[in-house]
C-alpha cells in the first residue's frame, strides 16, 4: 500500500484517532517540504521513539515577509512522498491554506519575552508569530505524542518549546541535531539557491562559526572572538552579516561571557541567499 496522503483536518483526526484505538504512539514532524537528510534525520527521530510517523508538509505563506521567498520556495510533493514512504513514515498530512486560514482568520499566538525580539525577530518582523501561530495549529490538529525540530533552526526551536510549555500543549518538543554536508554547511532547502561558487563560500560558515564556538569553550573572551570571526566572514566574501552573537541557550539573550549554556549562532547572507546555523559552547 502506498504513503497515505490526508488533505483535511478531520482527515488527520481520524487517521490518528484509529492508530491511538491501536495504541500506537505518534510522532510529528512538520516541515514546508522540500526535503532532504535533515528531515529524515526528524522522521528517524519519530520512529525511533512512536510507532507511528506523520509528516506535514505546509509552505506556510504567513511566515514569509514582503520580498521573502515564499514563490521561490521549491515544492516537490511527488518527490518528498517517495522520500517519505522509503523511510517507512505512517502518512503525510497536506493541510489545505483554506482550512488553515479560514476566511476571517484573526488569531496569532505571539511567544513574548526576548526569545521574540532578538535575532531573527528583528531581521524577519512577523515570521516568529506566524511560525508559533501555524505550528501551534498543526500540534491541535493532530494532538501528537512528541513534535520534532531540528536545532539548525535554534530559534525556532526555543520559540516552540517556550509556547508548548507556556499553552500547556500535551506534547513533547524533541530536538534533533543539525545534518550537515560533508564540508559542514547545514542542510537546508534554501541551499539549492547557491550558485555553485557561492556554495564553496557558504561553507566557510560552519567552519568560521564553530572555531569560534571552540575558542569561546576554552574560555577566550567573547568579543575579541566574535570580532575575529566576523572579520574572517568578510575575508571569506561573506560580507552581509545580519547577526553573529553568543546567546543563553534558552533565552537566546546575548551574552559578553559564556558563563552559562549558550549558542553561538549566525544569520548571514551569500548572494541572494540568507543562510543561517548555530554551535553550542561546550566549556573544557
Ligand atoms: O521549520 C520549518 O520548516 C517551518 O518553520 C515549520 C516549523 C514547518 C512551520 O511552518
Known amino acids: 500500500m502506498g504513503l497515505p496522503v490526508l488533505h483535511g483536518i478531520a482527515e488527520l483526526r481520524r487517521q490518528i484517532g484509529q492508530w491511538r484505538e491501536a495504541g500506537d ?17 526528524l522522521v528517524r527521530a519519530a520512529l525511533g521513539q512512536h510507532p507511528r510517523a506523520v509528516v506535514s508538509i505546509f509552505v506556510n505563506p504567513t511566515q514569509f515577509g514582503p520580498g521573502e521567498d515564499f514563490e521561490l520556495y521549491p515544492r516537490q510533493p511527488e518527490a518528498d512522498a517517495a522520500l517519505l514512504a522509503d523511510a517507512g513514515v505512517s502518512a503525510l498530512y497536506l493541510p489545505r491554506v483554506e482550512e488553515m486560514y479560514p476566511d476571517g482568520f484573526a488569531t496569532q499566538i505571539q511567544v513574548g519575552g526576548p526569545i521574540s525580539q532578538v535575532l531573527d525577530a528583528v531581521h524577519r518582523p512577523g515570521h516568529f508569530t506566524a511560525v508559533a501561530t501555524v505550528v501551534c495549529k498543526l500540534l491541535m490538529q493532530a494532538l501528537p505524542d512528541s513534535a520534532y525540530f531540528g536545532e539548525k533552526d535554534y530559534q525556532q526551536l526555543q520559540l516552540v518549546r517556550r509556547m508548548a510549555r507556556d499553552l500547556d500543549l500535551p506534547v513533547a518538543i524533541r530536538a534533533v541535531p543539525t545534518v550537515r554536508e560533508a564540508d559542514g554547511l547545514a542542510l537546508s532547502s534554501r541551499n539549492d539557491y547557491l550558485s555553485d561558487a557561492e556554495r564553496a563560500t557558504a561553507a566557510m560558515l560552519p567552519r568560521i562559526l564553530q572555531d569560534a564556538a571552540v575558542q569561546i569553550g576554552a574560555g577566550a573572551a567573547v568579543d575579541p572572538v566574535l570580532a575575529s570571526a566576523r572579520a574572517r566572514l568578510q575575508r571569506a566574501g561573506i560580507g552581509a552579516i545580519d547577526y553573529l552573537e553568543l ?3 534558552t533565552s537566546l539573550l546575548a551574552l559578553r561571557r559564556a558563563d552559562r549554556p549558550c549558542r553561538l549562532l549566525a544569520a548571514v547572507r551569500v548572494g541572494r541567499t540568507r543562510l543561517i546555523d548555530n554551535f553550542a559552547v561546550e566549556s573544557r
Open 247 to 249: 546567546c543563553d541557550a
Open 25 to 41: 504512539g505518534v510522532g510529528l514532524v512538520p516541515t514546508m517540504g522540500a526535503l532532504h537528510a535533515g528531515h529524515l534525520a
